[in-house]
């Protein structure tokens, strides 16, 4: 049941567009409640930690962005629940039903994460300073793109790409000086060019994202169609499905599958995970010194850390890895405590690390 709630401030009154059905028109902001507090949805901690680029910060604890059609923001109310206001949308009762499904709201992060902490007393301790980290569950086209922008690039242009190739859809509003958008279909992503990409800062990752269009609209069925029947694979199927497409890479395709296809044990690796798999996981194969040999992240090494994440935490490893991520962004890592639950590493492993850090004394 929808209630209003007491907060009825406005920072960033929402740009009104002529000869769309505005909701917010005329009209103070009214926050509707959710009915999730702030261990179930910390939004700063949700929206700016890299699941999605296509959400802004529009105000205090606020946060702004489409949810499909509908233009949306949320807020952190004072009592730590969250309230949401509707920009734009054509049908307010499909709006509400697509957001709680977006913010994955019949998933219980607190249930989660006393199982992730109790088979994990060092996840336990940084859990207690990040709670309320939620996976979202994206549109697949649009979270494909986002993260084929995403290989080797910082937040700031990834951000900027995003925002470019989301400006080509329909418009939703402006809200707090930025423009939304709903994401382009697969038709009007066919019209924007490599070279037109290539012109906006998009390097090498134009080619891929064309390529990718072109790749899901020969699907039989529609591209859309296809992408979204990933979410009924198993893990494996939705991974090879994403990597069938070029440019898409083992960490783009469990992000994919992670954010927007229901994967919940996905597990999206990178240098800073495979770090966290060494020390969490107490993984002797990637302590030795072979293993910093091995340290590209092929694909094999993905899956196999992967592997490990499910064996400690279970089938929604992807959400213990989002907590884990969120951990080391340069935006959080130096705000927390240092963990005082001590890292029991067999002995094995404390013979090769002593070796190995005497081989690096000796070379340096
Ligand atoms: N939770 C995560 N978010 C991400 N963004 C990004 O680019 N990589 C990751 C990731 O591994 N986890």
Redesign the pocket.
């Known amino acids: 049941m929808v209630e209003p709630c007491g907060s009825r401030v406005n920072p960033m009154p929402p740009v009104i567009r002529a000869n769309r059905k505005n909701l917010a028109a005329s009209l103070p902001v009214v926050w509707k409640r959710l009915d999730i507090d702030k261990s179930e949805l910390n939004l700063p901690l949700t929206f700016p ?3 999605t680029f296509r959400w802004k910060r529009t105000g205090h604890l606020q946060y702004t962005g489409p949810v499909g059609p509908h233009l949306v923001s949320l807020r952190q109310l004072e009592d730590g629940t969250v309230g949401y206001h509707l920009h734009f949308s054509e049908d307010e009762d499909e709006a509400r039903i697509d957001l709680l499904d977006f913010l994955n709201v019949h998933i219980s992060l607190k249930e989660l994460w006393g199982e992730f902490g109790r088979a994990d007393p060092r996840f336990a301790e940084l859990a207690e300073n990040l709670e309320g980290a939620r ?1 979202l569950r994206q549109e697949p086209l649009g979270c494909l793109i986002q ?1 084929i922008c ?1 290989s080797n690039n910082n937040i700031g242009r990834i951000t900027g790409m995003v925002d470019f190739i989301s400006s080509k859809g329909r418009v939703l509003g402006t809200v707090g000086g930025y423009d939304f958008f709903e994401f382009p279909d697969l038709e009007t992503l066919a019209r924007v060019s490599e070279g037109e990409l290539r012109g906006a800062g998009f390097g090498y990752r134009a080619k891929y994202i064309v390529g990718a269009v072109e790749a899901l609209a020969l699907k039989p069925g529609g591209g859309v169609e296809w992408l979204t029947s990933l979410r009924k694979s198993e893990l494996g199927g939705a991974i090879d499905g994403l990597r069938s497409i070029a440019g898409v890479g083992p ?1 783009v395709a ?2 994919v599958a ?2 927007s296809l229901d994967k919940h044990d996905s597990v ?3 240098t800073h ?1 495979w770090r966290i798999a060494r020390r969490h996981l107490l993984l002797p194969e990637l302590t030795s010194a072979a293993a910093a040999a091995a340290a590209r992240l092929t694909p094999r090494m993905h899956s196999y850390v992967g592997e490990a994440f499910v064996r400690k935490y279970g089938k929604y490893a992807g959400w213990a ?2 907590l884990l ?2 951990s080391q962004l340069p935006s959080q890592k130096p705000m927390l405590p240092p963990l005082t639950t001590e890292l029991e590493l067999p002995k094995e492993v404390l013979q090769l690390q002593k070796s190995g850090n005497k081989r690096k004394k000796k070379v340096s």
């Open positions: 930690t890299g699941q996976v993260f995403s960490k469990a992000c992670l954010f999206p690796v990178d995970v890895q989002t991520f969120i």
